[in-house]
């Protein structure tokens, strides 16, 4: 009976080593497991905050155009956003629509896009160069006698313009301006630029 108590008091000395053991493996996976998640969950927390900060550069703008005249209308709507990627340099999209129509004589859509750098050599001076490609469709009045037109026509803008905080205002001109296919009427043309 004694050897049987003693047997019993090194298997129960046994077991408990083995349960221990087994605690320690099982808490010791639990602990990697719990720093696992918790770096997975801190790694995700640092991936939305980059970008949430990707929208602390964007700035939007645009214009709106409206004109009237001697049975003439015009109006352009051109929304656009930059990226700032710091005090000196920006860069962004735009996007513009403008309907012109001349009663008896026309009526015109102009769609398109454009791509703009901007460079602040410093705070008050705004440098700016802007691609812009324009899908043009013009419908003559049936009475003048004109084949209607659908062409896509580029422009290259290099401008200048004084800053201040939001509102630059300028002028650009166009590089590659034809006088014959051009949705402006001159090449030089003085601009407004407002981003928020």
């Not at 080593?17 to 493996?25: C, D, I, P």
Request: with cysteine; glycine share 8%.
């Amino acid at each position: 009976m004694l050897l049987l108590l003693l047997y019993a008091s090194k298997y129960n000395k046994f077991h408990k080593m083995k349960n221990l053991k087994s605690f320690y493996r099982n808490y010791t996976i639990f602990i990697i497991v719990f720093c696992l998640f918790s770096a997975q969950m801190m790694a995700q927390e640092n991936t939305y905050n980059q970008k949430s900060d990707f929208w602390n550069h964007v700035r939007f703008g645009g214009g709106i155009g409206l004109s009237f005249g001697n049975e003439f209308f015009s109006g352009t709507l051109a929304p656009s956003a930059i990226y700032q990627f710091n005090d000196q340099f920006a860069l962004g999209l735009a996007l513009s629509g403008t309907y012109n129509s001349q009663k008896y004589y026309y009526k015109s859509t102009i769609l398109g896009g454009s791509i703009i750098v901007l460079f602040n050599p410093i705070n008050e001076i705004q440098i700016s160069a802007e691609f812009e490609e324009n899908n043009v469709n013009i419908n003559w009045d049936n009475r003048l006698g004109f084949a209607n037109e659908n062409y896509w026509y580029p422009s290259l803008f290099l401008g200048a313009g004084y800053r201040t905080r939001y509102v630059t205002i300028g002028i650009r001109y166009d590089v590659l301006y034809d006088n014959k296919k051009s949705t402006y009427a001159d090449p030089w043309m003085p601009f407004i630029r407002i981003y928020f």
